[in-house]
Structures are given as C-alpha cells and as structure tokens.
Nanobody, 125 residues
Framework: QVQVVESGGGLVQAGGSLRLSCAAS?????????MGWFRQAPGKERDVVAA???????YYADSVKGRFTISRDNAKNMVYLQMNSLKPEDTAVYYC??????????????????WGQGTQVTVSS
C-alpha cells in the first residue's frame, strides 16, 4: 500500500505563485513510480496538469506549459509542483498521484493507483 499526501494549496491573486508538495510513503513505493498532478474544477472532469516518470521526464498540459514546473526528489519521496503566473482558470482541487508504471502514458490517470485527498487552489482575479 502507498500513501500520498498533498500540501501547499491556498488562495492567491492572479499572477501570483504557489508551490504544491506531495509526500509518498509505503512499503512498496519506490523511485520507479510515476508521479503526477491532476486537477478538478467544479463541474469539470479531473485532468492531468503535470507528470514525471521514473527517469525524471516531465509532461505538462498545454494550459500550464511555461508556467508550471514539476520536480521530484527521490531521496525524500517527494514531488513538487511550482505554479507561477497563476490565472483564475487554474482554480481547482489539485490531486497528487503515484503509480508503479514505467510506460509512455504516464500522463494518463490510468497509470496511477494511489491518489491523495486533494488540496484546494483558488486564484482570485
């Protein structure tokens, strides 16, 4: 079993920045897990924001390219999402996910078995 816990959400004005953190733990978790950030706005589906595979290759949704950066610290079992130039449309609940997946489709929700409870990010205009 793997546990995933997010932190760092909050309220920020448009143009501001936030950094989300995700701590993964559990007997079976390893550096070979894919890690991802997804978000869900009210009335919308959960979509990928960014993901990183076991080798550190990042994936970004088009809507966040150039503004968000995903990174992982394998020594600490942590993954981060640095969000800059935030927009009101970034408002959503952000979920961290982990999965024992080493394929190419690590940007899809199907690659992830373990999900956090989510952290709210609200961007005011």
């Amino acid at each position: 079993q793997v546990q995933v816990v997010e932190s760092g959400g909050g309220l920020v004005q448009a143009g501001g920045s936030l950094r989300l953190s995700c701590a993964a733990s559990g007997r079976t978790f390893s550096m070979y897990y894919a890690m991802g950030w997804f978000r869900q706005a009210p009335g919308k589906e959960r979509d990928v924001v960014a993901a990183v595979n076991w080798s550190g290759s990042p994936y970004y949704a088009d809507s966040v390219k150039g503004r968000f950066t995903i990174s992982r610290d394998n020594a600490k079992n942590m993954v981060y999402l640095q969000m800059n130039s935030l927009k009101p449309e970034d408002t959503a609940v952000y979920y961290c996910a982990a999965g024992p997946y080493s394929g190419s489709y690590y940007y899809t929700a199907a690659a992830y078995d373990y999900w956090g409870q989510g952290t709210q990010v609200t961007v005011s205009s």
